[in-house]
DNA sequence: CGGAATCCTACACGATACTG
DNA sequence: CAGTATCGTGTAGGATTCCG
């Protein structure tokens, strides 16, 4: 899941592992569902709504061999299975925590912007414009 | 391009599209070299070294719409355009840098954790390996 | 120079089913 | 409970060509 980037300027690849690892889709917000507390496998799975059981373990795994989550498994029964910020990864989580607060800080200045800049632009969306809306006709 | 993320619990929403945008293969990086100076296409281009115009041009115009960063049009010939950092996008470049220099400073951390972690688990799984850094092979 | 349009591939993610 | 295995899809991003 990780090997999003190719190569890069030898110089800014760190930047580059570091920042896909946390930009994809939600490994950010398992980092921050494991600050405060650790978590089993089930338990984080709820808490990170909507995550599939496919991607949660591979992001786990990810962060496990980075070092930035330790992984304890208790040999009980049924099976047990602890996952804990290292302090590697409260390393990681304090200013990856600052910057979620300034999304959240300014989500309404980015989507007022957008709204800007759509209207400037005549309402149509960046990239390729999808204005054909093919309603399905008939849903019997 | 920047809307990787559906819905996502609606309260960390915004924390979800701050990350996928910064979070992609290239934007952080071009609000690295925007902070300083403002930059002309092309040489924005050159200096974000690898990156095609496609996928600049639409990182920008994102970025453009987030209102992070400003176009600006000089109505000379050719034409000349140049982009440049926002006061909302330098607060946003700040935190960002943090957690840049952070992946500098921990890089060699994080490879020595990985190298662990696969000395690990290598010698028992035929598996498919995750995070393999695929390198180019040539850059003519 | 600064893009737009198009084609194409790899891979992130989802859904589902099965296992110890 | 905590995964593994497999298939299908959307789309990010690369390469190339063309345009004002």
């Keep these: 899941m990780k090997p ?7 110089s ?3 930047i580059s592992e570091i920042l896909s690892l946390i930009g ?15 978590l089993r496998f089930n338990e984080l799975k ?23 989550v330790e992984r304890i498994e208790y040999p009980t029964v049924p099976p047990s299975v602890e996952y804990r910020l290292t ?5 990681l989580a304090e200013p990856l925590s600052v910057l979620q607060q300034f999304a959240l800080d300014n989500a309404s200045r980015m989507e007022a912007a957008r709204a800007a800049y759509d209207a400037r ?6 990239g390729q414009q999808k ?5 399905p006709a008939t849903m019997p």
């Design 4 to 10: 999003r980037h190719g190569h890069i300027s030898e």
């Design 12 to 14: 800014c690849r760190p």
């Design 24 to 38: 994809d889709k939600w490994t950010s917000l398992i980092i921050g569902r494991l600050r405060g507390e650790p």
């Design 46 to 68: 709820r808490r990170v709504d909507g995550i599939s059981q496919k991607v949660l373990t591979a992001s786990l795994r990810a962060l496990v061999r980075d070092g930035f």
């Design 87 to 91: 302090p590697f990864g409260h390393e």
């Design 121 to 126: 632009t005549g309402g149509e969306k960046p």
């Design 131 to 135: 204005t054909q809306l093919i309603q």
